[in-house]
């Protein structure tokens, strides 16, 4: 059985969806099962990567990437989550938030900090949610002050759930700068932190029961100095900036729901057509025959919303509305998909070293990174 048909991908986005194919049949699906149960970051697959020109390709080629657009890296991502989703997630986050500096930052910013990540000799990450703020991004309360001579910005408060936070070289970071009651929008900006400056300090969140190859760390900031210069744009854009930034990630996010999607009928199709039960295979009764259709069917529509609302975003044309609904169908129906293919697995599906299980234990983080669900909902009422 084959899900991710070229057909419904652009031409143009065809053959680097081929790359991905072959780097995840060569390098993520033969360790997918290693890196789960032992917990530990793949970093031996990401400098594999990273040698293949796969990783951190959405960086320009002025700064040494391949300039890959939003329906390209959808294609890429559908084809590493259908191997593993954890091993998939920290390929990802090696480049995560450096399209922001891409785009608001200065010449300077980029050749230092841009470049070495495009070209594999850095990794960075995107630190915006808190332990007590999610999806919330005007009630984050990290602060960001400038010093008495004005040289420096510090740092004071803590970031969670933050991938690189302790592998990555810099973070961009979001953080509170203004307190206007009447502009919630226009209080916080954006700075890129290295991870050695002083005031930083960074451990691993501990272990989750998905995607366990992907590491996500708390941080705590205690008078991190960075300079002046190291400012994103400018000072209270930042909100704005990243309500930018996460229509193209959701699109993204989608493509983590497709292939986790795809893995899950593809277990749930190969188990009932050899599994025999009353005389027959599973596939002979007609419950799971339905079943299967219905997988099926909300898998094609999910993904055929996905790759339109991919061009959407990739053109502008109302990219909120378009990225929160295909964020909101695929990886709600890799849920439903991995549900249904424990079923049809019956007793064997809780057994750790199965696919399915995996497939389960990951689908649930998709629908909550990139802005829970329900906020994509709200986004999606009022956008229509």
């Not at 559908?78 to 090696?94: H, K, N, T, V, Y």
């Not at 991938?163 to 954006?190: K, M, P």
Request: glycine share 10%; hydrophobic share 40%.
């Amino acid at each position: 059985m084959e899900l991710l048909v070229d057909d419904i991908v652009p031409e143009y986005a065809r053959e680097v969806k081929h790359e991905a194919r072959e780097f995840a049949d060569e390098h993520v699906a033969p360790n997918a099962e290693e890196y789960f149960r032992d917990a530990t970051y793949p970093e031996d697959v990401l400098e594999a990567g990273q040698d293949a020109g796969l990783v951190a390709q959405d960086i320009g080629e002025e700064w040494g990437g391949r300039g890959l657009d939003v329906v390209q890296m959808l294609a890429v991502a559908e084809e590493w989550f259908r191997a593993d989703a954890g091993i998939a997630l920290s390929l990802q986050l090696a480049s995560f938030g450096a399209e922001i500096v891409e785009k608001y930052g200065t010449d300077d910013q980029r050749e230092e900090y841009l470049r070495p990540v495009a070209e594999g000799e850095a990794i960075t990450g995107l630190a915006v949610s808190e332990p007590d703020t999610g999806s919330d991004l005007s009630g984050m309360t990290t602060t960001a002050e400038k010093s008495d001579d004005g040289d420096e910005w510090v740092l004071n408060g803590e970031k969670y759930w933050i991938g690189n936070g302790v592998e990555g070289d810099w973070l961009t970071v979001y953080a509170r700068t203004g307190h206007d009651e009447d502009d919630r929008y226009g209080n916080h900006s954006l700075f890129i932190v290295p991870t050695d400056a002083a005031g930083y300090d960074a451990e691993h969140i501990p272990e989750k029961m998905g995607m366990r190859a992907s590491k996500q760390a708390h941080i705590v900031f205690d008078d991190c100095r960075i300079p002046e210069s190291n400012l994103v744009g400018h000072e209270g854009a930042g909100f704005m900036m990243l309500a930018e930034f996460f229509n193209f990630g959701r699109v993204v996010v989608s493509g983590h729901g497709l292939g986790l999607a795809a893995a899950a009928i593809e277990e749930a199709w190969a188990f009932v057509h050899d599994r025999e039960e009353f005389g027959r295979t599973i596939a002979d009764f007609q419950a799971v025959q339905h079943g299967l259709a219905d997988m099926r069917m909300e898998f094609e529509a999910a993904r055929a919303l996905t790759y339109r609302a991919a061009e959407k975003v990739r053109d502008g044309e109302n990219p909120s509305l378009w990225a929160a609904m295909a964020k909101t169908k695929a990886t709600e129906t890799a849920t439903d998909c991995a549900e249904q293919g424990m079923q049809f697995h019956g007793g064997r599906s809780i057994l750790t070293d199965r696919r399915i299980a995996r497939v389960y234990r990951d689908v649930r983080i998709p629908v909550v990174y990139e802005g829970a669900n329900e906020i994509q909902r709200n986004l999606i009422y009022r956008q229509s």
